[in-house]
């Protein structure tokens, strides 16, 4: 059973914007804060978890990325979006989403396929 789908990458220049969507199975959305994460090229086996959203509303960001992400969610859908803006080259990488574990760790041990996002110069 497929839970977790993102969709929404792409490439574009930089000073670009995209909205990425994740599409979560309905139990593990209203249960859990929802998370984005990011693996950049160069660190193959390291996710960062950039941005999350808890059940109530609640956004918290990676320090570097607040004020051009925005996480969000609409809860009718099990639907959580992330919109960047103004794109850097830096902030080329595969796109993930996943529930966060009490404990703050990712939830689900099996991924989904990731969205490729590219920055170009």
């Known amino acids: 059973q497929v839970q977790l789908v993102e969709s929404g990458g792409g490439l574009v220049h930089a000073g670009g914007s995209l909205r990425l969507t994740c599409k979560a199975s309905?139990?593990?959305?209203?249960?859990?804060?929802m998370g984005w994460y990011r693996q950049a090229p160069a660190k193959e086996r390291e996710r960062e978890l950039i941005?999350?959203?808890?059940?109530?509303?609640?956004?918290t960001y990676e320090r570097s990325l607040k004020g051009r992400f925005f996480i969000s969610k609409v809860d009718d859908t099990s639907t959580v979006y992330l919109n960047m803006t103004n794109l850097q080259p830096q902030d080329t990488a595969v796109y993930f989403c996943?529930?966060?574990?009490?404990?703050?760790?990712?939830?689900?041990?099996?991924w989904g396929q990731g969205t490729q996002v590219t920055v170009s110069s």
């Open positions: 996943n529930a966060l574990s009490s404990l703050g760790a990712p939830l689900l041990s099996v």
């Open positions: 309905q139990m593990i959305f209203a249960a859990n804060p």
């Open positions: 941005a999350f959203i808890t059940p109530g509303g609640t956004t």
